[in-house]
């Protein structure tokens, strides 16, 4: 079985709910991570790796919108509000990265009006290592970097949000 990433609140390219769109940048949302669930984690899976991405912001690099890794292999689900800031309600030992909105929690859809739809990619990585070797203060990318040389997989699940 590969692995899989699905949501109980949104489907693979629906439109993304308004509570797990930012509340600030006049977006007017909740700004509340969804809840997510994955199955399929490959042999030799010892930890998960998870980011939420805006390919279509208009920065010339994308948006990294949450970042979350060191979820130990016998997780297997995040439940709505995992995101929040502190990870109170994340797995023990899960730490968030920091978001381009300069944060370490989930930072919730926010493009510009007018500037069409965006696409917010969910990927779930699963790693070969128990934990990543990053500064707690690192940035997504450096985050990115690490996770692409411990990947064993990865699923991805996308919403789309314009206002």
């Known amino acids: ?17 308004k509570d797990f769109v930012h509340s600030a ?3 007017g949302g909740q700004n509340v991570s969804p809840a997510l669930s ?9 930890s998960f790796a998870l980011t939420m991405y805006d390919p279509d912001a208009p920065t010339g ?13 016998n997780v297997s689900s995040l439940p709505r509000g995992a995101g929040a800031a502190g990870g109170g309600q994340l797995p ?4 968030q990265g920091r978001t ?4 370490q ?26 934990k990543l070797d990053v500064p707690d203060d690192a940035s997504a990318a450096y985050v990115g970097f690490n996770i692409h040389f411990a990947k064993l997989g990865e699923a991805k699940l996308t919403a789309k949000y314009e206002r």
């Open 61 to 73: 690099s994308g948006w990294w919108h949450w970042v979350v890794y060191d979820i130990p292999a």
């Open 38 to 46: 994955w199955t399929g984690a490959p042999a030799g899976t010892k």
């Open 1 to 17: 079985m590969a692995l899989a990433l699905s949501s109980p609140d949104f489907a693979e390219q629906d439109t993304l709910p």
């Open 92 to 95: 023990r030992g899960a730490k």
């Open 105 to 130: 929690e989930y930072g919730g859809a926010a493009p510009p009006p007018g500037h069409g739809p965006h696409r917010y990619v969910f990927t779930l990585y699963a790693l070969n290592v128990d």
């Open 100 to 103: 381009d909105f300069g944060t």
């Open 25 to 27: 940048m006049g977006a």
